[in-house]
């Protein structure tokens, strides 16, 4: 029998490739993401003051510095949150705790704050007893995908607000994380998420490169709009917003490149390598992938179909008695 064409793959299928673990590879386990962070918090932490996500500029004229960036990226996601004194919050993926520091000190909320580094659960911890804040916020070491639901301190029904900022990304189970987290919110409580976005589907050598850094720093595959909107369906939250603020954050991958490079990293394609350059991708030049990837972060961040999606979902209130 003749074998038949095999047609090409539809734009869903393209996302789902490009959904999946990179060239085909297992995904990253909780480990292996930890174990990233636990080689470079100390590299990472100093770029932008403790904080370790991406910077949000009003307009391509705003000259803030990246520490003041970032900060304001975390104040547009708890202000998302509409935090009120003594509330309970859960930060999903802490980092070194400089977010949850921060909310917790603005807003006098409680901070619940979770990683799968152990470096960074143990500089979080440090940072809040050196502010005092040892009272309202805590850090422990939980990964999101297997949250210990209904024990302490992750109680159904328990936080008022949840934010996940730079965390889903690492995550192959994105759905079953967000279906935990929501478990844990009371009836009416909000959940943020700021995290990278493919727009559309990437082609070519493009993709290769996508892959690439993608393996880089440890995540499954980047994640399109629909993924993210089925999770949260299938969370059993509602979706309130869903805007692509990748413009606000792209000056983040130069900013980020230069503090990277000079703490050791010079892998990669040089800046502004477009669809003819060499495949140019995150180099193993000094034995760490992720540091090595410096270099080609100005161009990951120049490419139009990366974006950055600021998400906000409610679990439904319950229904009156």
Partial sequence: MEDLPRSAPS????FRMHE???AGKPAPSSEDVGRLYDENTEVVDGAAGGNIHSGYWESAADRSSLDEATDRLTDLVTGRLSVEPGQRLL?????????ALRVAAGHEAKVVGISVSRE?????RARAAE????????FAYADAMALPVGTEPFGADSFHGAWAIESLMHMSDRAGALAAVARTLRPGGRLVVADVLLRRPVHGETAQFVEQMCQAFQAPGLPGPEEYRDAVRQAGLELLEFTDIGENVRPTYR????????????GGPADGGGEGADGGGAAEEDGNEFLDSADA??????????????????????PPA
Avoid: M, W
């Fill in 131 to 138: 502010a005092g804040l040892t009272g309202r916020v805590s």
């Fill in 20 to 22: 999946e673990s990179p």
């Fill in 255 to 266: 900013a980020f490149a230069r503090i990277l490079a000079g703490a050791g990293g010079h």
């Fill in 91 to 99: 930060d999903v993926g802490c980092g070194t705790g400089s977010p």
């Fill in 297 to 318: 972060l100005p161009r990951f961040g120049d490419l139009p179909e990366i974006g950055y999606v600021l998400l906000v979902a409610r679990r439904p209130s319950a």
């Fill in 11 to 14: 734009d869903d299928e393209e």
């Fill in 120 to 124: 960074e659960i143990a500089l979080a």
